[in-house]
């Protein structure tokens, strides 16, 4: 799977963006699909995850009521829809498909990775 994220930019605190990501190569519905993120001196961390259908979401606690995950698997897209940003926010956003469909906050559990997109988030 070939994975393209983009939707990233510059905002204001308590903006709004919405990251995409498009999937090619392989059926994206056999993929649960997640968000990471990596800040300066920060590991990678956890954002978000839908299940292959769009029905189960998962969230970081840090981005829970804020962020909304979703996916139309007839586009093979997957969206990050950011409300009510943060500076603490601000980071190189990934998104990731799982084929096992499991252990959905662990990075090393994802088969495929795209290029990050950069959001800032200014105060």
């Known amino acids: 799977v070939q994975l393209q994220a983009s939707g990233g930019g510059l905002v204001q605190a308590g903006d709004s963006l919405r990251l995409s990501c498009e999937a090619s190569?392989?059926?994206?519905?056999?993929?649960?699909m997640g968000w990471f993120r990596q800040a300066p001196v920060k590991g990678q961390e956890f954002v978000a995850a839908?299940?292959?259908?769009?029905?189960?979401?998962y969230y970081a606690d840090s981005v829970k009521g804020r962020f909304t995950i979703s996916r139309d698997n007839a586009k093979s897209t997957v969206w990050l829809q950011m409300n009510s940003l943060k500076p603490e926010d601000t980071a190189v956003y990934y998104c990731?498909?799982?084929?096992?469909?499991?252990?959905?906050?662990?990075?090393?559990?994802?088969?495929?990775w795209g290029a990050g997109t950069q959001v800032t988030v200014s105060s």
């Open positions: 990731a498909a799982n084929a096992r469909g499991d252990q959905v906050t662990q990075p090393q559990e994802y088969d495929y």
């Open positions: 190569g392989r059926t994206f519905s056999n993929y649960l």
């Open positions: 839908v299940n292959w259908n769009g029905i189960n979401e």
